[in-house]
T-cell receptor, first 116, second 110 residues
Framework: DTEVTQTPKHLVMGMTNKKSLKCEQH?????MYWYKQKAKKPPELMFV???????INESVPSRFSPECPNSSLLNLHLHALQPEDSALYLCASSQDKAGGRVGEQFFGPGTRLTVL | LAKTTQPISMDSYEGQEVNITCSHNNIATNDYITWYQQFPSQGPRFIIQ???TKVTNEVASLFIPADRKSSTLSLPRVSLSDTAVYYCLVGDPYGQNFVFGPGTRLSVLP
């Protein structure tokens, strides 16, 4: 199974709502990532988890809260978002150490988020 | 993190070879060069990765000169389905921190 799944595919939320994005992989990868992608722009790294510990936080506002409950699951909790946070949110995973292609990231299809 | 530059867009015709060059003048010793392909409303997909010289797989080749300050992704005999955005990334994979370049929008015409 070389698939990263993300739910939901689409999400519309108001600025006062609390919602969560979910990402799952069963490839035994120990690194998982959240990216944000605006239209016609490259993905921007938000968070990296390595062995279920947050290893990189790219100065993301606190209204985005990541969580890694176990090695297969990654959540992104959303609260009090702004309309400019509307984007495609991508999850990815990779092997932490060499084995196969070093650093190759497997991406999910993304969640299209619209904040009203 | 090494900053990369790529052409914003390229056009090609079916059956032609396409070469997309990425510049990364301040690449570090530990950095690898990785290329991803992205179709609309999908996540990026790994194409190829290299450190130096030439790497070839079933879909592409990657040419890296000795100074490693640039790299060229070569797609042989493109088809309409190769129309996508191609991203060059430079970074230390063990640091788990890659920065996507601006991307090159390739349009393959019939």
């Amino acid at each position: 199974d070389t698939e990263v799944t993300q739910t939901p595919k689409h999400l519309v939320m108001g600025m006062t709502n609390k919602k969560s994005l979910k990402c799952e992989q069963h490839m035994g990868h120990r690194a998982m990532y959240w990216y944000k992608q605006k239209a016609k722009k490259p993905p921007e790294l938000m968070f990296v988890y390595s062995y279920e510990k947050l290893s990189i936080n790219e100065s993301v506002p606190s209204r985005f809260s990541p969580e890694c409950p176990n090695s297969s699951l990654l959540n992104l909790h959303l609260h009090a978002l702004q309309p400019e946070d509307s984007a495609l949110y991508l999850c990815a995973s990779s092997q932490d150490k060499a084995g196969g292609r070093v650093g190759e990231q497997f991406f999910g299809p993304g969640t299209r988020l619209t904040v009203l | 993190l090494a900053k990369t530059t790529q052409p914003i867009s390229m056009d090609s015709y079916e059956g032609q070879e396409v070469n997309i060059t990425c510049s990364h003048n301040n690449i570090a010793t530990n950095d690898y060069i990785t290329w991803y392909q992205q179709f609309p409303s999908q996540g990026p997909r790994f194409i190829i990765q290299g450190y130096k010289t030439k790497v070839t797989n079933e879909v592409a080749s990657l040419f890296i000169p000795a100074d490693r300050k640039s790299s060229t992704l070569s797609l042989p005999r493109v088809s309409l389905s190769d129309t996508a955005v191609y991203y060059c990334l430079v970074g230390d994979p063990y640091g788990q921190n890659f920065v996507f370049g601006p991307g090159t929008r390739l349009s393959v015409l019939p």
